[in-house]
């Protein structure tokens, strides 16, 4: 069994958690902000696939589990303060967003106003079939 004092090196927040960037390997694209526990981390190691911690659920989250949409990482990367973690993935599929869209920053200010940027790729009521 591989040592995890790896993992005392991070800064996790009172509430046990980092938030975590998501980048596209081949664009260099964000594709979305998420969070880990020291468990979703180990399992994304392990499995060489995102997995986060949803607050909203309070439990594991494997990116794609339901979509199909997963992120096989490249490269894992902790910030100077050790308080922030960058993946570099290969988004399967090409939709990171729940939305359908390549990447969850489609939102841009403009004259004061939100307008959306990101076409929807794909349905999300053909995406999530709940």
């Given amino acids: 069994m591989p040592s ?7 800064n996790w927040s009172a509430d046990g958690l980092i938030p975590v960037i998501a980048q596209e390997a081949d664009s260099g694209t964000i594709l979305m902000v998420a969070w880990m526990n020291r468990d979703a ?6 499995k060489g696939e995102a997995v986060y911690w949803s607050r909203s659920r309070k439990k594991l989250w494997h990116k794609g589990e339901e979509s199909g ?4 990482i490249r490269d894992i990367f902790l910030d100077c303060d050790e308080d922030v973690l960058l993946l570099v993935v290969e988004q399967i599929g090409g ?3 729940h939305t359908g869209r390549h990447s ?5 200010l403009e004259n004061n106003a939100w307008v959306s940027t ?8 053909k995406i999530y079939h709940k």
């Fill in 4 to 10: 995890d004092i790896w993992l005392s090196r991070i």
């Fill in 118 to 125: 990101g076409s929807i790729i794909k349905d999300p009521e």
């Fill in 69 to 72: 949409h997963i992120q096989k």
């Fill in 41 to 46: 981390l180990k399992l994304t190691v392990e």
């Fill in 104 to 108: 969850c920053f489609f939102q841009k």
């Fill in 95 to 97: 939709i990171a967003c």
